[in-house]
């Protein structure tokens, strides 16, 4: 398996700018996280979906951020109007559960390092 | 979710084994303890995870006491491709929403 994907890797805008950042994640897993990391706040997690719909968004840090799984095999997160304190690594991850076996184990893509001038 | 405490920093040198401490004193009863490991300019990635005693695999050995309000990683003989930041997650079983702390940064010496 080609395991998560992220696009872009880098991106690099003006403040005030759209940004989409993309994520396929592993074929069969039913759960799809998108956190950011930052020096100075560590690894957060934003937002997650199980079977397309989010769960929980209250990492989320304000309006500006939205994401969207339209389907089991892509998600989005945008960021509009883009800020310099949203310079960051974006990553997704992906993961699944069966009843059967413990709990998550989380695969995480290459991430999208955004910088915002 | 059960808040963690580990070292921010450990310093090793390359053939000895490692031992990070985690202290999980709020740890509930369907909770499992995972570790990540996270190398610069990658995402975290899976070690291994135990619910009690001690579990092993292929990369790290992880014991926990019977009271499970501590665990602890063990990596045998690390190389300086160890040299990464290692965090400890305490998750529900079921659950999927995560904390991840600061984590410990080790630095393995040739």
């Known amino acids: 398996d080609a395991g998560v994907i992220q696009s872009p890797r880098h991106e690099v805008t003006e403040m005030g700018q759209e940004v989409t950042l993309r994520c396929k994640p592993i074929?069969?897993?039913?759960?799809l996280f998108w956190y950011r990391q930052t020096m100075m706040r560590g690894l957060e997690l934003l937002i997650y979906f199980n079977n397309n719909v989010p769960i929980d968004d209250s990492g989320m840090p304000e309006d500006r951020f939205s994401a969207k799984m339209p389907n089991a095999s892509f998600s989005t997160l945008k960021i509009q109007p883009s800020e310099p304190r949203d310079s960051a690594v974006y990553f997704c991850a992906s993961s699944y559960f069966r009843l059967a076996e413990t709990t998550d184990t989380q695969y995480f893509g290459p991430g999208t390092r955004l910088t915002v001038l | 979710l059960a808040k963690t405490t580990q070292p921010i920093s450990m310093d090793s040198y390359e053939g000895q084994e490692v031992n990070i401490t985690c202290s999980h004193n709020n740890i509930a009863t369907n909770d499992y303890i995972t570790w990540y490991q996270q190398f610069p300019s990658q995402g975290p990635r899976f070690i291994i995870q135990?619910?009690?005693t001690k579990v092993t695999n292929e990369v790290a050995s992880l014991f926990i006491p019977a009271d499970r309000k501590s665990s602890t990683l063990s990596l045998p003989r690390v190389s300086l491709s160890d040299t990464a930041v290692y965090y400890c997650?305490?998750?529900?079983?079921?659950?999927?929403?995560?904390?991840f702390g600061a984590g410990t940064r080790l630095f393995v010496k040739a």
């Open positions: 074929s069969g897993h039913d759960y």
């Open positions: 997650l305490v998750v529900p079983y079921g659950g999927f929403k995560t904390i």
């Open positions: 135990g619910y009690k």
